[in-house]
């Protein structure tokens, strides 16, 4: 429901004409406000559980911080229908770390690796995830070849930064990275979870090169984008339809589990 609102509003913004994007400027500010707000109420006792089990998070002041942790810590959207034991697990935009550490405390035993372009986001991951030893951070952004990114802030809180591909000699902001180059460094043959919420970027994500890993997932979690970038939904499903997998429906995630996991 959040991401349809927040592409209603996308669109107001997008408009040729002035007056409609000050409407739609205005009524993403509030917007945000208003969830940031609800949201703030209805994570007060996940909140208050959490901090009383492990370190206390921090979550920014006026941010869309509150908004994710109520997405995975109340609403539990990364919770699986299967029982799992993970070796590698991918998380390919990070925001703050509150998915990252969710997989951590769910997955104790497993590497995790968390990939965020963005500054202020990846420092908030860096603060919330500091004492993991089963939580690698990378600042970069999840792309499907080597090349260099730019991220875009479109003033939808801290989880609506994008990223685009720019030239060497362009100004830019992080140096992508692959999923190959992730199995290499980190020396695994497959992964065992993939969490992807790159604001659009999945489309250019599964266009190319994804035979090399993709085979070699078991369970694949995206949030589409298809409102920001047109042809995420085209691209993700002509590359998971070469493989036998359970799709399911968690949240604003689409879920695939490779059958006879």
Not at 63 to 91: H, R, Y
Not at 99 to 107: E, Q, R
């Amino acid at each position: 429901m959040f991401r349809f609102i927040i592409l209603v509003l996308r669109i107001l913004k997008s408009s040729k004409w002035k007056f409609i994007k000050k409407i739609g400027d205005y009524l993403g500010k509030k917007f945000i406000e208003f969830l940031t707000k609800l949201c703030k109420k209805d994570s007060k006792e996940a909140l208050k559980e959490y901090s009383s089990k492990y370190k206390p998070l921090v979550i920014r002041d006026g941010s869309s911080d509150i908004m994710v942790f109520w997405q995975i810590f109340v609403q539990n959207e990364l919770k699986l229908p299967i029982t799992i034991d993970p070796k590698l697990i991918i998380d390919a935009g990070a925001n703050g770390g509150y998915s990252a550490l969710w997989f951590a405390h769910k997955y104790p035993s497993a590497q995790i690796v968390a990939i965020e372009p963005e500054e202020s986001n990846f420092e908030v991951l860096r603060k919330n995830t500091e004492g993991y030893e089963n939580i690698k951070i990378i600042k970069s952004g999840l792309w499907y070849k080597d090349t260099y990114l730019k991220v875009v802030d479109d003033n939808y809180g801290n989880f609506g930064f994008m990223v685009n591909e720019v030239d060497a000699s362009e100004k830019f902001d992080v140096k992508a990275v692959t999923i190959q180059s992730i199995l290499n460094e980190f020396k695994f043959e497959k992964i065992d979870i993939l969490k992807i919420d790159i604001e659009g970027a999945e489309k250019e994500l599964f266009s190319e090169n994804y035979e090399h890993w993709l085979g070699k997932t078991n369970v694949l979690m995206v949030e589409l984008h298809e409102g920001v970038k047109k042809g995420c939904e085209k691209s993700l499903y002509s590359a998971v339809n070469n493989y036998k997998w359970d799709e399911i429906t968690k949240g604003d995630k689409k879920v695939f589990i490779r059958q006879n996991n």
